[in-house]
């Protein structure tokens, strides 16, 4: 089946990094023998053909694996996956699609070929994947099992590769990124673009500090009336006794006030 049909078929949007397609082949063969004194079932031992390699793919890509089962009868086809949760026969879901195809016969063998489409690739993908095809023959059952392989999902680093967009600081994650700020500034609704914080409009335009406030971008500073003096904090103010620094320039008596002082004979 083209793959063009099968992501539609899928559901699954256009896969962001690429698209690793695997391919094998179980071959369940049973031969059905008649002679002409009595009839006669043999079963010969499944073989069962892979072709597929251990892959590695990216997170938000798409996965597509083929698995195709001969068998007499018409085989079922299942999927089981085995990673770090255990091991899960696999059901659709909204990530997960199967796709099984119409049976075919060719020279009295029929197949069927079942589809494994996984959209958008994280790293809870990541596993080992066996197809496994069966069917019954007098009354018994009989279950063939790929060769196990294994789907490995990289993690995209968006930082590294410079693609998140983020305009201050990225932080990768696994299978995805985060913007963040520098301080100062405040995330805006797109979460990538950073814009500057107005430290100075609380407190009916002070900010943070006691007296004055100026906004600078990605900061502020704090500045103090006539008379008074910065703190160590560079917040607050502390009043200047301007009569004890003897920079009054009163002739006679000098009286400190809060910010201020006075002059008297």
């Known amino acids: 089946m083209a793959f063009d049909k099968l992501t539609r078929l899928s559901g699954c949007s256009s896969p962001r990094i690429r698209t690793i397609v695997i391919q094998m082949t179980l071959t369940a063969v049973i031969f059905i023998l008649v002679s002409l004194s009595d009839c006669q079932v043999i079963q010969e031992p499944p073989a069962v053909i892979v072709y597929s390699n251990n892959v590695s793919s990216d997170t938000g890509s798409l996965v597509i694996i083929s698995c195709t089962v001969f068998a007499i009868p018409l085989p079922n086809i299942t999927w089981t996956v085995t990673n770090q949760y255990g091991s899960t026969h696999i059901v659709e879901n909204t990530s997960t699609t199967i796709i099984t195809t119409s049976a075919l016969t060719v020279q009295n063998y029929t197949y069927a070929t079942s ?24 009354g018994s059952s009989l279950t063939v099992t790929s060769e196990e392989f294994g789907v490995a999902i990289r993690d995209v680093n968006e930082c590294a590769l410079n693609i998140s967009g983020c305009r201050h600081v990225c932080t990768n994650t696994m299978g995805s990124y985060y913007c963040s700020c520098y301080p100062g500034y405040q995330l805006q609704a797109d979460l990538r673009i950073c814009s500057d914080i107005n430290e100075c409009l609380p407190n009916g335009g002070s900010g943070p500090c006691e007296q004055c406030c100026t906004n600078t971008i990605g900061s502020f500073s704090c500045s103090c009336h006539s008379g008074y003096i910065q703190s160590a904090s560079g917040l607050s103010c502390n009043d200047i006794d301007e009569c004890v620094m003897n920079t009054s320039g009163c002739s006679q008596n000098c009286t400190n006030t809060i910010g201020s002082y006075n002059c008297s004979c």
Do not use: F, W
Not at 119 to 137: A, F, H, I, L
């Open 115 to 138: 589809h494994l489409v996984i959209c958008n690739t994280t790293e809870n993908d990541t596993g080992t994947y066996t197809c496994s095809g069966s069917n019954q023959v007098n």
